[in-house]
């Protein structure tokens, strides 16, 4: 069973996983216990995890006793096949939710980006005839998730006004929706060179944002502070710790 069929996104998982471990500081355990007195749903997941994890462990103490009896003169005893494809699945399942933990679990850089990442929503369209078509027909692609589309369309705008700062600005923000933060930064300083503009202060948000998921949390820092946010003091404070 995997945590997408428990409905448990990856930071719940790895946040329950630290509190069965063990890992967890005494605020943050308190916190977590505080959460399961008060969220039914929370608590659900929580025993589903540890029922999972019991599981896991008792299957794989199953097959070890299997493969002593099996290997012990006179003790061997018959193993059904369906004992062995239970025990395989269950197996597999925790190879699987190793990989998962060792190859693809969030960085901190990541879960912090992830908490306070949000797409820009936009600008409203007309979509009239007029000299802004091209640009407001790329803003609906941008507004439904179709990233990539709404870039193409809006740099082939850009050579005509490279100086644009919403042009810039909103060409980086797909990048950095489209998860490509290196280039997003560049269409941001492009912005930020312009001088004080409409999307000055959201720039150094979402070029702060880019620079935590590439690890570059001085920067990082140095951008969010000259944005005005209204979660930067929230966001300085988790880098700062």
Wanted: contains cysteine.
């Amino acid at each position: 069973m995997s945590n997408n069929q428990l409905n448990i996104t990856e930071p719940d998982l790895a946040l329950i996983d630290d509190y069965i471990t063990g890992k967890l500081t005494l605020p943050e355990k308190e916190s977590f216990e505080q959460r399961l007195q008060s969220d039914p749903e929370w608590k659900s997941k929580v025993e589903e995890i540890k029922l999972l994890s019991l599981g896991i462990r008792e299957a794989a103490l199953r097959q070890k006793l299997d493969t002593f009896h099996q290997v012990q003169p006179g003790k061997i005893r018959p193993i059904s096949w369906l004992k062995k494809l239970s025990v395989a699945a269950v197996l597999i399942g925790l190879i699987g939710l190793c990989c998962w933990w060792l190859f693809l679990k969030p960085s901190a850089d990541e879960k912090l980006y992830a908490d306070f990442y949000k797409p820009d929503a936009g600008l409203a369209t007309e979509m009239s005839v007029s000299e802004n078509y091209n640009f407001e027909r790329a803003m609906v692609d941008y507004k439904t998730g179709k990233y990539s589309a709404a870039i193409d369309s809006w740099k082939k705008l850009l050579p005509l006004n490279p100086g644009n700062d919403t042009l810039n600005y909103f060409i980086g923000s797909a990048y950095l929706a489209n998860k490509d933060g290196a280039s997003a930064i560049g269409y941001f300083n492009d912005v930020l060179k312009t001088g004080r503009t409409a999307f000055s202060s959201e720039a150094l948000w979402y070029k702060g944002l880019a620079l935590i998921r590439l690890g570059k949390k001085d920067e990082a820092i140095e951008a969010i502070s000259s944005s005005g946010h209204p979660q930067k003091a929230a966001l300085l404070h988790k880098l700062k710790e």
